[in-house]
C-alpha cells in the first residue's frame, strides 16, 4: 500500500470541515443498516465513520473498526472506552488481509481507502470473502479529478477499475450515488443476490 495514509496526520481525520465536504451522517443513513448487523469498516482510521455507525446496528450488531496501522486501532479503542461504546472490535490487518473469517459481514465499507490497495482486484477479492451471501460493499473514494481537497489525481482510482474489480468478485455494478461532491459513492450487491 505505496499510498498509505500517515497516522502523523490522524487529527486530519476529524476536523469538523470534513463534515462540510464528506457528508458522514448523509452517507451512513444511505446505507441501509439495521440493528444486529455485522459492518466492516476497512481502514476505519479513527473510527470516523464507525463511531457513526455503531448505533445503527446497535447493541446486537458489531462494528469491525480493521486497520493495518495499530496507531489508528489504538485511537478508536480509546474512544470507544471514553464513549462506552461496547459494538466495535479491534481489528489488525495486513495491507489486504483483513484477518476476519469468510462470511462475516453483512456490509463492507471502504471509505477512501480503495485507491490505497496496490492491487484492486485483490483488495475487492479480500472483501467479498468476508461478506455474506447477499451483502454488500459500499465504496467512497476520491473522484478521479483534481479537486479541491483530497490527494493527487495519481493517488487517486479510475472508478472503472473498481468496477472491473467488482464484477471479477461477483457483484452486480451499481450507478453512483450522486451525493458528494469530491467523492465516488457506490453500494455495490452480490451478483444473483
Known sequence: MSKLFNPERKDRLDRPERAAWQKPDDVVATLGLEPGMAVADIGAGTGYFAFRIAPLVGASGMVYAVDLQQEMLDTVQERAE???VKSITFVKSGPVATTLP????????????THEYDDIDEGIAECARITKPGGRIAVVDWAYRETEVGPPLDHRLDPEKLIAAIKKAGF???DPIPLLDHHYFYIFSRAGA
Open 82 to 84: 471514553e464513549q462506552g
Open 102 to 113: 469468510d462470511d462475516t459481514v453483512d456490509l463492507v465499507f471502504l471509505s477512501s481507502i
Open 172 to 174: 452486480r455494478s451499481s
